[in-house]
């Protein structure tokens, strides 16, 4: 199965059981817009935690219906991430979403060894983008958490990738590994990463998707500049995920996809126990909502 | 446009060698002769084999070294020293220097290594003025392998000058291997990047060179091959081995060039297959402007008629 745009994302959800998702430090009016939506659309079952008051006043100042909604009531932001947290790793809910609070604090309880929500695996951001100019939504990873990965960050990170876009129904997604260029260059170390990790493919070290790499941006979305090249490629014109050489390629395209090709983007944070939702306080209600709706598709 | 242009080119219009005896007729039947300077004529085996390959008609030879003793070797092996062209030296040094002289200047086509030490041969042949040496080459080793349990010739690299390629080395040497397997009439040749596992591991640097020297001929990079590695020599060499291991690989089983990781690994393969399976080995310095014969001075005057049919194929 293969994502036309975000709302098919719907359809991975319907049909089965709702998933509890806690909000923490719910008094942000975004995020209690995406998700009071999400709730009366029938994608999660929510869990309001944080300053019982504010949530209300928000819900009531923009006719939110919260009647029947489960709020827990902590007005401290910390305490509340921690409650939140609990819930997640004592199994009474299935997908975290951060409020108005700092990604570092709610990443921080995340990480907690006792009681956060741990798996050895290393936490990294994805993505899913709706371009109009695309065939088909496009992955990528990771444009907001790991800032410099080196060879087996990448590899972890594309196992986070690849095993989501498994569950999303992704049998075999189509990975490209992003360089300049897609020539083997050796005082490029994105080209070299990119060769090492299409070997561990063809050998089975990374499984349940098709790599190759490097392969330069106009290669990876255009299967007529890649016949033009004259490269050969699976992958090329065809890509399901883009995997980053680095943060600051991977924000700026990013933020190039939304500011100027208008694009649709739903995110969560892979690794952790559960699929996380931790958009950026000034994303939108819509890509919130969006976001929500991976998450619940991501759960197991 | 012809329907010839859609005509696959062999590597050149010759049969394929299967055999180290071969060589030689490819040889002649290119009908060119080629001229021979030997360094230092001083052993009965190098003697022996250019005897050899003059009789055959393969080469004219040169022989620089004391002539005076030069000609008591020939008498002692019952050969004509007036077929060959001798320049009197008056040591394995300056016999070298002049060998290589020749060579450059084109009076000879072909430089031998007598009974000198490598360090002296190669410290003519690499003068960064008077020397051989392509500009910025890498100078490496490439030897074409005989061996009587294999369905073919093995061309095998770097057993003898590279202690440890780094990337750009280990490109080179394929290059040289490939380029030789393709005069013996191997137009597509299938290279194995040998190591003690297919695995790509970030742990040991060859596999990580192998993985991306592959992704470098898928993009055109490296050209005129079939290349694979990391891979075993059972992987490598043996069909069987790719069905029970389940691995995908375009070598199958099948390698015509096999890239060692170190001179220490590949040094030891094809003294033990000589030694012990009956292998016969024929090799040539590459990286130079004029085809260097440089063997042990314990090898065999078959060997070294087989290096000389080599070299005249390779110039």
Same mark, same amino acid.
């Given at each position: 199965?293969?994502?036309?745009?975000?709302?098919?994302?719907?359809?991975?959800?319907e049909?089965?059981?709702?998933?509890?998702?806690?909000?923490?430090?719910?008094?942000?009016?975004? +995020?209690?817009?995406?998700?009071?939506?999400?709730?009366?659309?029938?994608?999660?079952?929510?869990?309001?935690?944080?300053?019982?008051?504010?949530?209300?006043?928000?819900?009531?100042?923009?006719?939110?219906?919260?009647?029947?909604?489960?709020?827990?009531?902590?007005p401290?932001?910390?305490?509340?991430?921690?409650?939140?947290?609990?819930?997640?790793?004592?199994?009474?809910?299935?997908? @975290?979403?951060?409020?108005?609070?700092?990604?570092?604090i709610?990443?921080?309880?995340?990480?907690?060894?006792?009681?956060? #929500?741990?798996?050895?695996h290393? @936490?990294?951001?994805?993505?899913?983008?709706?371009?109009?100019?695309?065939?088909?939504?496009?992955?990528?990873?990771?444009?907001?958490?790991n800032?410099?990965?080196?060879?087996?960050?990448?590899?972890?990170?594309?196992?986070? +990738?690849?095993?989501?876009?498994?569950?999303?129904?992704?049998?075999?997604?189509?990975?490209a590994?992003?360089?300049?260029?897609?020539?083997?260059?050796?005082?490029?170390?994105?080209t070299?990463?990119?060769?090492?990790l299409?070997?561990?493919?063809?050998?089975?070290?990374?499984?349940?998707?098709?790599?190759?790499?490097?392969?330069?941006?106009?290669?990876?979305?255009?299967?007529?500049?890649?016949?033009?090249?004259g490269?050969?490629?699976?992958?090329?014109?065809?890509?399901?995920? #883009?995997?980053m050489?680095?943060?600051?390629?991977?924000n700026?395209?990013?933020?190039?996809?939304?500011?100027?090709?208008?694009?649709?983007?739903a995110s969560?944070?892979?690794?952790?126990?559960?699929?996380?939702?931790?958009? +950026?306080?000034?994303?939108?209600?819509?890509?919130?909502?969006?976001?929500?709706?991976?998450?619940?598709?991501?759960?197991? | 446009?012809?329907a010839?242009?859609?005509?696959?080119?062999p590597?050149?219009?010759? =049969?394929? !060698?299967?055999?180290?005896?071969?060589?030689?007729?490819?040889v002649?039947?290119?009908?060119?002769?080629?001229?021979? $300077?030997?360094?230092?004529?001083?052993?009965p085996?190098?003697?022996?084999a =250019?005897?050899?390959?003059?009789?055959?008609?393969?080469?004219? $030879?040169?022989? &620089?070294?004391?002539?005076?003793?030069? %000609?008591? %070797?020939?008498?002692?092996?019952?050969?004509?020293?007036?077929?060959?062209?001798?320049?009197?030296?008056?040591?394995?040094?300056?016999?070298?220097?002049?060998?290589?002289?020749?060579?450059?200047?084109?009076?000879?086509? !072909?430089?031998?290594? /007598?009974?000198?030490?490598?360090?002296k041969?190669?410290?003519?042949?690499?003068?960064?003025?008077?020397?051989?040496?392509?500009?910025?080459?890498?100078?490496?080793?490439? /030897?074409?392998?005989e061996?009587?349990?294999?369905?073919?010739?093995?061309?095998?690299?770097?057993?003898?000058v &590279?202690?440890?390629?780094?990337?750009?080395?280990?490109? $080179?040497? &394929?290059?040289?291997?490939?380029e030789?397997?393709?005069?013996?009439?191997?137009?597509?040749p299938?290279?194995?990047? &040998?190591?003690a596992?297919?695995?790509m591991s970030?742990?040991?640097?060859?596999?990580?060179?192998?993985? =991306?020297?592959?992704?470098?001929?898928d993009?055109?990079? %490296?050209?005129?091959?079939?290349?694979?590695?990391?891979?075993?020599?059972?992987?490598?060499?043996?069909?069987?081995? !790719?069905?029970?291991?389940?691995?995908?690989?375009?070598?199958?089983?099948?390698?015509?060039?096999?890239?060692?990781?170190?001179?220490?690994?590949?040094?030891p393969?094809?003294?033990?297959?000589?030694?012990f399976?009956?292998?016969e080995?024929?090799?040539? =310095?590459?990286?130079?402007?004029?085809?260097? %014969?440089?063997?042990?001075?314990?090898?065999?005057?078959?060997?070294?008629?087989?290096?000389?049919?080599?070299?005249?194929?390779?110039?």
């Open positions: 199965m293969v994502l036309k745009n975000l709302n098919d994302l719907k359809q991975i959800v049909g089965r059981s709702r998933k509890k998702l806690v909000l923490a430090a719910a008094q942000d009016q975004h +995020s209690l817009g995406a998700v009071v939506k999400a709730w009366k659309e029938n994608i999660i079952e929510p869990i309001l935690i944080g300053d019982k008051e504010g949530i209300q006043n928000i819900c009531a100042l923009n006719n939110y219906d919260i009647t029947g909604l489960r709020i827990i009531h902590e401290d932001t910390e305490m509340a991430v921690e409650m939140a947290v609990r819930m997640v790793s004592s199994k009474q809910a299935d997908i @975290l979403m951060k409020g108005m609070v700092g990604s570092s709610l990443l921080k309880c995340v990480l907690n060894k006792e009681w956060g #929500l741990r798996t050895g290393l @936490l990294s951001h994805f993505a899913l983008f709706e371009v109009e100019t695309y065939h088909k939504v496009i992955a990528v990873t990771d444009v907001a958490m800032i410099s990965p080196n060879l087996k960050d990448k590899i972890a990170i594309l196992n986070n +990738s690849v095993d989501c876009l498994n569950k999303l129904g992704y049998k075999m997604p189509k990975v590994v992003l360089g300049a260029v897609e020539m083997v260059n050796e005082n490029m170390e994105a070299l990463h990119a060769a090492l299409s070997k561990m493919n063809q050998r089975d070290q990374i499984r349940n998707c098709i790599i190759d790499g490097p392969l330069a941006f106009d290669n990876a979305v255009s299967l007529e500049s890649a016949q033009h090249k490269i050969r490629s699976e992958v090329a014109g065809d890509t399901d995920l #883009l995997l050489p680095d943060i600051e390629v991977g700026v395209l990013y933020k190039s996809l939304v500011f100027f090709a208008k694009a649709k983007v969560i944070i892979l690794g952790a126990l559960v699929p996380i939702v931790l958009t +950026s306080r000034s994303d939108s209600e819509q890509a919130k909502f969006d976001s929500i709706m991976l998450s619940a598709a991501a759960c197991k | 446009m012809t010839l242009c859609c005509q696959p080119q590597a050149n219009n010759l =049969i394929m !060698i299967k055999a180290l005896y071969q060589i030689e007729e490819k002649l039947a290119l009908n060119k002769k080629h001229r021979v $300077a030997v360094a230092w004529a001083h052993d085996n190098t003697i022996g =250019i005897n050899k390959a003059v009789k055959n008609k393969l080469i004219e $030879a040169v022989l &620089i070294g004391k002539s005076s003793e030069i %000609i008591n %070797i020939c008498k002692a092996e019952h050969i004509d020293h007036n077929q060959f062209t001798i320049v009197n030296s008056e040591n394995d040094s300056s016999a070298s220097l002049e060998a290589v002289r020749m060579t450059k200047s084109g009076e000879t086509d !072909i430089v031998m290594k /007598g009974l000198v030490g490598s360090d041969f190669l410290k003519a042949v690499m003068d960064k003025e008077t020397g051989l040496m392509v500009p910025n080459a890498v100078l490496s080793y490439v /030897g074409a392998l061996i009587p349990a294999y369905h073919k010739l093995l061309f095998i690299t770097d057993p003898a &590279i202690p440890y390629p780094d990337l750009d080395q280990k490109v $080179a040497m &394929i290059g040289y291997a490939i030789m397997a393709r005069k013996f009439g191997v137009e597509k299938k290279v194995a990047l &040998i190591s596992s297919e695995k970030r742990h040991f640097s060859n596999s990580v060179d192998y993985s =991306i020297i592959c992704k470098m001929a993009r055109g990079q %490296i050209k005129n091959c079939i290349i694979d590695g990391p891979l075993d020599l059972f992987l490598a060499c043996d069909k069987k081995s !790719i069905s029970i291991k389940g691995v995908k690989t375009p070598v199958n089983g099948d390698a015509d060039v096999l890239l060692f990781p170190s001179l220490e690994s590949c040094n393969f094809y003294k033990g297959l000589m030694l399976a009956g292998g080995l024929a090799g040539l =310095i590459r990286g130079t402007e004029k085809p260097v %014969i440089l063997m042990s001075r314990s090898e065999s005057e078959k060997s070294k008629y087989f290096c000389i049919a080599l070299s005249c194929l390779m110039a």
